[in-house]
């Protein structure tokens, strides 16, 4: 169901994702050789619960963590582990989802841990762009294949494969509502976005095939060639004259 939000729902999906926004802040800062996927966790249940916030994802569909973390060729639904320890030269994209007062906050980062190829930071970097090349179209009445376009299109430029198989959505009471908002579409298709509608925008972008599948522990996405992919979410609420990135 597509829900329209009042002002004043809009204020408490602006502090949830201000909340998530300072968490992934806070993260940034201990992301370095050495830390395991498992402490990054502890530290966002920590920060979120301190903001008398909610972690959404644990135990959302049984997820068993507060954020994902999905290392190199992973590319979502990457679930911490004492077991990964992040070393040099890695990238780590941190998903992380807030409920405050009974509205979501939604965003994505991917982190470089120390220092990074250039054809990794390369990709890293075209991620996050897109994501501003694909709103910077975006108000009241513009469809969501002129989105999924921009941020396609952008992309393919610079030869990085666009996932299918995973989409943003609308955000609200929910976590996930209508309508799924593809990184990849066709200009002039789909439905038309609407005044106070509230989105999650989050191109999953690949260095070789957009075809990815999921592991046997039946939640992270990995590339099927098993090359690096990054991930960058925000959550927007759709104006009428253009958005305001709430986790910003
Ligand atoms: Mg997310
Ligand atoms: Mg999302």
Same mark, same amino acid.
């Given at each position: ?15 949830? +994702?201000q909340i998530d926004r300072d968490c992934l802040l806070m993260l940034?800062?201990?992301? *370095? ?10 530290l966002a249940y920590d920060f979120i619960? *301190?903001c +008398?916030a909610?972690p ?10 507060s954020i994902? &973390?999905? /290392? ?22 941190v998903?992380c989802g807030t ?6 906050g939604?965003a ?30 975006? *108000? ?12 396609? &299109? ?12 995973? /989409? ?17 579409? *066709? ?7 609407? &005044? ?53």
């Amino acid at each position: 169901m597509i829900t329209i939000k009042t002002p004043d729902e809009i204020e408490l999906m602006r502090k949830a +994702n201000q909340i998530d926004r300072d968490c992934l802040l806070m993260l940034e800062e201990h992301i *370095k050789p050495g830390i395991t996927t498992k402490e990054l966790d502890k530290l966002a249940y920590d920060f979120i619960t *301190k903001c +008398n916030a909610k972690p959404s994802f644990l135990g959302y569909g049984g997820f068993p963590a507060s954020i994902c &973390t999905s /290392v190199n060729e992973q590319v979502v639904h990457g679930i911490p582990s004492t077991k990964v320890r992040l070393e040099e030269g890695d990238i780590i994209s941190v998903d992380c989802g807030t409920i405050y007062k009974g509205f979501n906050g939604d965003a994505a980062r991917t982190f470089l841990v120390g220092n990074c190829s250039d054809e990794v930071k390369k990709l890293v970097e075209v991620t996050k762009q897109s994501f501003f090349e694909g709103i910077k179209i975006l *108000k009241a009445g513009v469809r969501l294949g002129d989105l999924g376009s921009a941020i396609q &299109t952008y992309c393919e430029s610079f030869g990085y494969g666009v996932v299918r198989d995973l /989409v943003g959505h609308g955000i609200g009471k929910d976590m996930h509502e209508d309508p799924s908002v593809p990184n990849y579409g *066709k200009p002039g298709h789909g439905m038309r976005l609407q &005044t106070n509608m509230t989105i999650a925008v989050e191109p999953m972008i690949t260095m070789g095939t957009y075809k990815v599948w999921q592991l046997e522990d039946g939640w992270t996405i990995e590339t099927q060639d098993g090359k690096p992919a990054a991930h960058y979410e925000n959550t927007i609420w759709i104006k009428e004259d253009g958005v305001e990135i709430l986790s910003l």
